[in-house]
């Protein structure tokens, strides 16, 4: 693929806003060969081809090249004709569903199926949110956290980081991952997005997703796990009626591991009364919170747009 247009195809292949893609690594005039080229990386790449982003997202890209190239004689064919294949597609709603690439590296790309709408199947779990990429991002700049030890994540949706994890190319070297959510299509979509990114010959590596409710912690076949050393979680504090489970949870694995555990959570700063009422409710349980340096400022292996500020802490327990 021609290296000037890398960044467009790995913004494009996980749908990162249109309006705030690296455009201005396209020069103008395009030659044809040019055009070809910047097609080939994005709506022609073979990722897409198999496994297709929203087509709402491919019509709004093809829009925006357009009036990039309003002012030149020649448009490639391919540009025309991806925009009224599209069009004769119809639109988005009644399609569930479409794939997100996140290209980490050249030979490591994480792909997920996940949900179009933000809210369906009565859970926020089937699309991958922005907290999840950042703590994502953090832990492939901070290896050290994850290697050697045992992890299970909490509310894991659609399964990102349990992947990202295990995934042989990015050598991340955690022991067993075992990623849960207390949704039934999570779990499901989950193990598809397990099923697409380890073949048949690294199934053997690929993480564990299970349902766990945070309320039926106990009721969960830990005798079948390695005891836990690092628990993640993302985009869980939304939600104060679920605070009591999610704490209960918690004090389930500190309760055995002690100051062996640390947990790493994720959140988005949406509603700051929210996220202070936890924040409280962790200090009466004797939790020492640390937050994470700089988060934000933490390089976007995963394309993230830095619309939502998302915050990043250490918890732990000491008694
Ligand atoms: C906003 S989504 C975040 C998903 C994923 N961590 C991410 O950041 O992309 C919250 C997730 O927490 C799960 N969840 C909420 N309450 C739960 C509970 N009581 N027990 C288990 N999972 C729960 C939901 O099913 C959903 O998948």
């Known amino acids: 693929m021609t290296e000037k247009y890398r960044k467009l195809h790995q913004q494009f292949l996980c749908c990162y806003p249109v309006n705030k893609m690296a455009w201005s690594s396209v020069n ?29 997202y491919v019509e709004a890209f093809i829009k925006q090249l357009m009036h990039l190239l309003k ?14 294949n599209r069009m004769a597609e119809g639109s988005d709603s ?13 030979d490591a790309c994480i792909t997920l199926r996940e949900s179009n ?5 009565g859970t926020t779990g089937l699309c991958t949110w922005e907290a999840a990429l950042a703590l994502a991002d953090y832990l ?4 050290d956290l994850v290697r050697g030890k045992n992890v299970v994540e909490l509310g894991a949706g ?29 779990v499901q979509l989950m193990r598809e997005n397990i099923a697409l990114n380890f073949t048949d010959s690294a199934a053997e590596q690929a993480p564990k997703a299970e349902q766990l409710r945070w309320d039926a912690i106990s009721e969960f076949p830990w005798q079948d796990y390695a005891e836990t050393d690092l628990l993640l ?8 009626s679920q605070f009591d489970a999610l704490l209960g949870a918690m004090d389930y694995f500190y309760t055995r591991r002690g100051r062996q555990l640390e947990m790493l959570l994720a959140s988005t700063v949406r509603n700051v009364d929210t996220l202070h009422k936890f924040m409280t409710k962790l200090r009466i349980c004797n939790y020492k919170v640390t937050p994470c340096a700089n988060v934000s ?3 976007s292996h995963f394309c993230r747009d830095h619309t939502a500020a998302v915050q990043v802490i250490s918890i732990r327990r000491y008694s």
């Open 140 to 143: 492939v700049e901070h290896p």
């Open 28 to 56: 103008l005039p395009l030659s044809w060969e040019e055009q070809q080229a910047l097609m080939d990386a994005t709506c022609r790449h073979p990722l897409n081809r198999r496994y297709p982003v929203r087509r709402s």
């Open 158 to 186: 659609a399964g990102l980081l349990g992947i990202l994890l295990k995934l042989p190319a990015m050598s991340m070297q955690a022991k067993q991952v075992l990623i849960t959510d207390g949704s039934e299509p999570c």
């Open 233 to 240: 979680a993302a985009d869980v504090i939304y939600d104060d």
């Open 71 to 84: 002012d030149q004689d020649e448009v490639h064919d391919d540009i025309y004709g991806s925009l009224c």
């Open 117 to 121: 709408s933000f809210v369906s199947e």
């Open 94 to 106: 009644g399609t569930a569903y479409s794939y997100k690439h996140y290209i980490l590296q050249p």
């Open 297 to 299: 400022a933490c390089a």
